[in-house]
């Protein structure tokens, strides 16, 4: 009897199985090392954001102070020559002038609180969009990380179900032995096999 058909047969169909197995596993980590790649760009990149979000908010604060010293040094020398241009008639501090000049004041103090209400609204704005910048770079992430742990646990199931489809002592189909064919021990078997 030759066995050497029977041996190539089982031989074969381990080494199949074995690159299956090792091809599906390298293509699973594959995989799951590209979605923690992605999930962790994908946090980086959300930080960028938030980060560009808050220095465009510094450069804003910035500007914002800039143009309320400018709005104060503004009305400083109205309110200076409104005074001048009273006195300069000879007319006495009181009275009308006297109310038109606190009335300058109550307006200009009015602006410079528009100019600080509006400042401090975009500054809590930017604050809100680098949050949220945050927080779905944090959703996405999560989301990638997931689909690539279902990915993984998938592949696997797949690899253990060839597994466990691969029959261990059956003799294959096309083999030239009968079913339920046990060789003997190389000990107990006659001389010239």
Same mark, same amino acid.
């Given at each position: ?12 169909d381990d080494i199949i199985l074995a690159i299956a197995a090792i ?13 923690? %790649?992605? @999930?962790? !760009?994908?946090? *980086?990149?959300?930080? /960028? +954001? ?7 908010? =510094? ?23 409104q005074l001048a241009a009273i006195s300069g008639q000879g007319l ?34 930017? %604050?809100? @969009?680098? !949050?949220?910048? *945050?927080?779905?770079? /944090? +959703? ?7 689909? =690539? ?45």
């Amino acid at each position: 009897m030759n066995f050497i058909p029977f041996l190539a047969a089982f031989v074969i169909d381990d080494i199949i199985l074995a690159i299956a197995a090792i091809s599906a596993a390298a293509s699973t980590y594959a995989n799951y090392s590209a979605a923690q %790649t992605q @999930a962790k !760009q994908s946090k *980086l990149n959300a930080q /960028a +954001q938030a980060d560009a979000l808050a220095a465009e908010a =510094a450069q804003k604060a910035n500007e914002t102070a800039v143009a309320t010293r400018r709005k104060m040094e503004d009305q400083r020398r109205f309110r200076s020559s409104q005074l001048a241009a009273i006195s300069g008639q000879g007319l006495q501090v009181s009275g009308t002038p006297l109310d038109i000049l606190a009335n300058t004041a109550v307006k200009q103090q009015q602006e410079l609180q528009d100019i600080s209400y509006g400042a401090d609204t975009e500054r809590r704005s930017y %604050t809100y @969009a680098a !949050q949220n910048a *945050l927080a779905i770079g /944090a +959703q996405q992430a999560s989301q990638i990380k997931t689909q =690539a742990n279902a990915t993984l646990l998938s592949n696997l199931s797949q690899m253990a179900s060839m597994a466990s489809s691969v029959p261990t002592s059956a003799a294959p189909t096309n083999s030239p032995m009968p079913a339920g064919y046990k060789p003997r021990p190389v000990s107990q078997r006659p001389a010239g096999f």
